[in-house]
């Protein structure tokens, strides 16, 4: 229990003030999903989110999605499978029509990533790596910085006092230091 609330308040210290775009890392409490580009505005998306919710109701999720835009500002595509290549699987199943894997659909809402997770066959069990699919449908925020952005931030932070005439030595201090500025901003307001 007390790795779950550490991974969580790592999530929390991750998440950004937002971002532009898509693609990168998203996290929620149970995990995080990392989108990246591909071909003609699609998407891969990797999950691997983790669910606690006390005794041994664990529920793990590791899987890839391949996401091409669809309407209404959605990115929607199948689950990547692989094939069940194991020895116990009964000749008569290799026979029968496969079932349709889940799939998932993507968009931004605000400040957030939502993804729904849909199974149109109930009775399907394609994933070795997922004993949930369901816990993917969530919302889920931006973390750390644009990883495709390649301009440096040159926002510069002042403190709520005059900086060109300090009046004590923590007035320099906190001149002098972005985080200190940041923190006399907010507690100033």
Not at 15 to 28: C, K, L
Not at 44 to 62: F, I, V
């Amino acid at each position: 229990f007390a790795e779950t609330l550490r991974r969580r308040a790592a999530a929390l210290e991750a998440i950004a003030s937002g971002r532009p775009g898509i693609a990168g890392t998203w996290v929620n409490a149970f995990g995080s999903i990392t989108l990246t580009p591909a071909d003609s505005g699609a998407y891969r998306l990797a999950a691997d989110l983790r669910g606690d919710y006390g005794g041994d109701r664990r529920r793990t999720c590791q899987l890839t999605a391949d996401l091409k835009p669809a309407g209404g500002g959605w990115l929607a595509g199948p689950v990547v499978t692989e094939a069940d290549t194991s020895s116990n699987k009964a000749k008569t199943d290799a026979a029968a029509a496969p079932a349709k894997p889940p799939s998932l659909k993507l968009r931004r809402q605000g400040e957030t990533l939502r993804i729904v997770g849909t199974i149109d066959d109930e009775g399907w069990d394609g994933f070795n790596d997922c004993s949930s699919m369901w816990q993917v449908t969530g919302s889920y925020f931006a973390a750390g910085k644009d990883a495709a952005s390649d301009k440096a931030d040159t926002t510069f932070v002042t403190p709520t006092f005059d900086c060109t005439k300090p009046e004590t030595a923590t007035d320099e201090e906190i001149c002098a230091d972005p985080d200190l500025a940041g923190n006399d901003q907010r507690l100033n307001r």
